[in-house]
């Protein structure tokens, strides 16, 4: 976040402040799993929920476009219920004759999506790995070993575009501008 509050200070100030520990406490009982510890931590930095006013009922997920790349953004923990419930099943895992290799489990919580909540990024509740779904392909786990070492490589990747090495997307006037 202080690399995006650096180079792109207009997309910063736009985010909205932390979550509260009542807001995660309301949230957990009412998705029925505890957040892992490193989420938890970054919800209490960056509750990254639009204004309600803001919020488009007709998408799946919405958030800040364009952070931490084109298409894709970080869940609030409103978007992230909401995500939560579309895909937890009432058995633990999707489809229900693949518990060794599921499309989805209960344990897995969104924290980044596209629009469509068709692809995105998970934290695994019970070891803090973090994955990765696309609907129609495979679902990754352990791509990251944590969220800190996923946010190590969004680090280098804004790294890299302030260094103007990134072919698409740039800093302009404060703001992340992909082409």
Partial sequence: MSLLREHAS????????????QMLAAAEERMGISLHGDLRTWLLQNNLDLPKEDVDDEV???GFDGFPDEGSFFLGIRAMEKLYANRSTSCGFDPPDQPD????????IPFL???DGWMGK????????VGSWFVGGPTVTGEYE???????????????IAEGSSPVCRFTEGRLVWS
Avoid: K
């Fill in 101 to 108: 290799h599921p499309f989805w489990r209960n344990e897995w």
């Fill in 10 to 21: 207009a997309d910063h100030a736009d985010l909205p402040g932390p979550a509260t520990e």
């Fill in 146 to 160: 944590s969220m800190a070492q996923y946010f190590d490589s969004v680090a280098e990747t804004l790294t890299r």
């Fill in 60 to 62: 799946a997920c919405c």
């Fill in 122 to 129: 998970f934290i695994d509740a019970r070891d803090g790995r």
């Fill in 113 to 115: 999506s596209d629009r």
